[in-house]
């Protein structure tokens, strides 16, 4: 009897084994079933993800190229600066002498007689002449 009691506790065994793992088959299965339709689901959200980093990138290297052109131009206007003081200095010193032109000539007379110039001009015509010489075996 003990034989016979190890086969049927063998094969109790051996059963218990199978149907456990066809369990763990089918739950798997299921897993990756449900697994599969998240990612379909999400697959949009995906998408749009990597389209909004896309865009970010390309976002971040125009500021790039924005940042160095404003740095250029600063550079630009630095350089400018002392060369502005000196024109504004310039056009001061050109706002002080039209200030005192500006006097001078309200100090002018309004009315001034020009005398008129009469130009004459003689026309001279000339004849024209056509020679030939035979000189030279002409």
Do not use: F
Request: proline residues 3%; aromatic residues 2%; glycine residues 8%.
């Amino acid at each position: 009897m003990t034989e016979r009691r190890s086969l049927q506790l063998a094969v109790l065994l051996a059963t218990s084994a199978g149907l456990y793992s066809a369990s763990l088959a089918g739950i798997a299965a299921l897993q990756s079933r449900a697994d599969r339709a998240t990612i379909a689901a999400r697959e949009p959200s995906g998408r749009a993800l990597d389209q909004l980093i896309a865009d970010a990138d390309r976002l971040q290297a125009a500021l790039s190229r924005a940042a160095t052109t404003y740095a250029r131009a600063a550079d630009g206007y630095e350089s400018v600066g002392p060369g502005l003081e000196e024109t504004a200095a310039a056009l001061a010193e050109l706002q002080a002498a039209v200030a005192e032109v500006s006097g001078s000539v309200a100090d002018l007379p309004t009315g001034i007689a020009v005398p008129r110039l009469t130009r004459s001009a003689t026309i001279v015509t000339r004849t024209v002449v056509h020679a030939t010489t035979g000189a030279s075996g002409g």
